[in-house]
């Protein structure tokens, strides 16, 4: 999705950068996007868009003179940003005081980007694997992709590492078997309910999948691959899956609000491999 220019170079605050994201967006009554930290009324710095705002985003906004972070995810360890919970835990306070102290509002992008036309965060990552062309069929949750002359697992995932830059994905199946067409799914939309439908009903050969319980989509095509079927899964990571549509956010906003500093962070992968 495309975001329309704003008006001329002028000083903008945090509510106006909001409205420009939401401005043709209809959130759900129980939305988690919401200013979590800093005021509507602060005049904006400069952005800094993450898929999470994470101690090294927040540093690294610090640094680049940024007092506004849009984020896909929340900072505080839950879908909800509660943080009653979190009073007296050390990692939360010091994380909290560096956020307040450098007066950085905190704007939590998870439904609108998801409610761009297409998905803006599917998006990313097909645009990021240069799959546009193979698109076939989207769906709310999914978008499927057809190889014309099929491919490996194991080449896919060779090109997911290389495209996104991460050193590892999780395979579950036959790594030799040749897929010709796949569902992409990001963030923690690989659950069983999601991805067994795709699998019973849409011919799909291999699920690419940020994360899910690892006791249902996994498990299912072990058994799968134990009756003589060629099913398959890549499992990318959340982030890893998520933070190119954040990316995409950032360059379009970089574009379509003048006179504004808008720097796409990314983090290294969580996990490392031993």
């Not at 409205?19 to 710095?45: F, R, Y």
């Not at 290389?162 to 010709?180: F, H, K, M, Q, T």
Request: hydrophobic share 40%; with cysteine; proline share 4%.
């Amino acid at each position: 999705m495309e975001m329309k220019d704003m008006t001329e170079p002028k000083e903008l605050t945090v509510q106006e950068i909001m409205l420009h994201l939401t401005k043709e967006i209809t959130l759900p009554d129980n939305t988690v996007d919401q200013l979590i930290t800093g005021s509507p009324d602060q005049v904006v710095s400069g952005i800094v868009v993450a898929f999470m705002p994470t101690q090294h985003v927040i540093e690294q906004a610090i640094q680049l003179g940024a007092n506004l972070i849009i984020a896909h995810e929340s900072p505080f360890y839950n879908h909800h940003s509660a943080t009653d919970w979190l009073e007296n835990d050390s990692v939360y306070t010091y994380k909290r005081n560096l956020i307040d102290q450098a007066g950085i509002a905190i704007f939590r992008c998870h439904d609108i980007i998801h409610r761009f036309e297409p998905d803006g965060i599917t998006d990313g990552l097909i645009q990021e694997l240069g799959w546009t062309t193979y698109l076939s069929q989207r769906t709310t949750e999914s978008d499927l992709v057809t190889f014309t002359e099929g491919i490996t697992v194991l080449a896919i995932a060779q090109q997911l590492k290389s495209c996104l830059g991460i050193d590892y994905v999780r395979i579950a199946g036959n790594p030799e078997i040749v897929c010709r067409r796949a569902a992409v799914l990001v963030g923690f939309r690989g659950n069983g309910h999601v991805t067994i439908p795709l699998l019973q009903n849409e011919q799909v050969d291999i699920i690419i999948a940020g994360e899910g319980f690892e006791w249902e989509t996994p498990e299912y095509i072990r058994d799968a691959v134990q009756q003589g079927r060629s099913k398959a899964l890549i499992m990318v990571g959340h982030a890893e899956s998520e933070a190119p549509g954040m990316r995409i956010l950032a360059e379009n906003l970089d574009k379509s609000i003048p006179g504004v500093k808008v720097t796409f962070v990314k983090e290294e992968p969580v996990f490392k491999v031993l």
